[in-house]
């Protein structure tokens, strides 16, 4: 089975800080990594995912996530925040199947102006 | 990108009774459904896995009784809480995967029993 910890519940940050968001996930298996973003009273979207190659991925909206396997690790990133990206982050792993996705318990992510 | 639509998108019922909500994937045939409920400020649980035309799946703990899942079509996937209570309130989403293994969430149901 596969877990994930986000050890941050909330980050504050003022705009145009960068900021990361940390996770890291445990198995004994090959699996994919991945990042939703919700906003308030609605569902998930898809902010990136790690299927393999690159170890460095990146989403249309200035979001990074880099894979690190020997930590066990897939830290969120993004050098200048803007007040739209206040959400909450959830990072998710998942088999090589995809059979099951497996969510962290989230990260309220607050850019203050 | 595929859209996965859910129906209703809030719900306020009486305790004892019955809610249906539908889970649609519009633009692409889904293979398996999945049946998550995400508690006030906590992450997404999975409930359950339903393929199309075969008994869901249930995660430990979630009473199948309680929860009844239908995947009648390769588009369409329904939970039912039946005799609900205030503790089901919660926000419940689904999210089906294609046939390229790629998942797709829906914008969940708000249910609420008083």
């Known amino acids: 089975a596969q877990s994930v910890t986000q050890l941050d519940s909330q980050v504050p940050v003022f705009e145009e800080a960068p900021v990361e968001l940390r996770c890291n996930y445990s198995?004994?298996?090959?699996?994919?990594l991945f990042w939703y973003v919700q906003y308030p009273n609605q569902g998930l979207q898809l902010l990136l995912k790690?299927?393999?190659?690159?170890?460095l991925v990146e989403s249309i909206n200035g979001f990074e996530a880099e894979f690190n396997k020997s930590q066990t690790s897939f830290h969120l990133r993004k050098p200048s925040v803007h007040i739209s990206d206040t959400a909450e982050y959830f990072c998710?792993?998942?088999?090589?199947?995809?059979?099951?996705?497996?969510f962290g318990s989230g990260t309220k992510l607050n850019v203050k102006p | 990108g595929a859209v996965v639509s859910q129906h209703p998108s809030w719900v306020i019922c009486k305790s004892g009774t019955s809610v249906k909500i539908e889970c649609r994937s519009l633009?692409?045939?889904?293979?398996?459904m999945f049946w998550y409920r995400q508690f006030p400020k906590q992450s997404l649980m999975l409930m359950a896995t339903?393929?199309?035309?075969?008994?869901?799946?249930?995660e430990q703990g979630v009473e199948k009784d309680k929860f009844l899942i239908n995947h009648a079509s390769l588009t369409l996937s329904t939970l039912t809480v039946t005799s609900a209570h205030p503790e089901d309130s919660s926000f419940y989403i689904c999210?089906?995967?294609?046939?390229?293994?790629?998942?797709?969430f829906g914008p969940g149901t708000r249910l609420t029993v008083l």
């Open positions: 999210s089906a995967r294609t046939f390229y293994n790629e998942q797709f």
């Open positions: 198995s004994s298996v090959s699996v994919y």
């Open positions: 790690y299927l393999s190659g690159s170890t």
């Open positions: 998710a792993v998942s088999g090589v199947n995809f059979n099951k996705f497996y």
């Open positions: 633009d692409f045939q889904a293979t398996t």
């Open positions: 339903s393929n199309e035309g075969s008994k869901a799946t249930y």
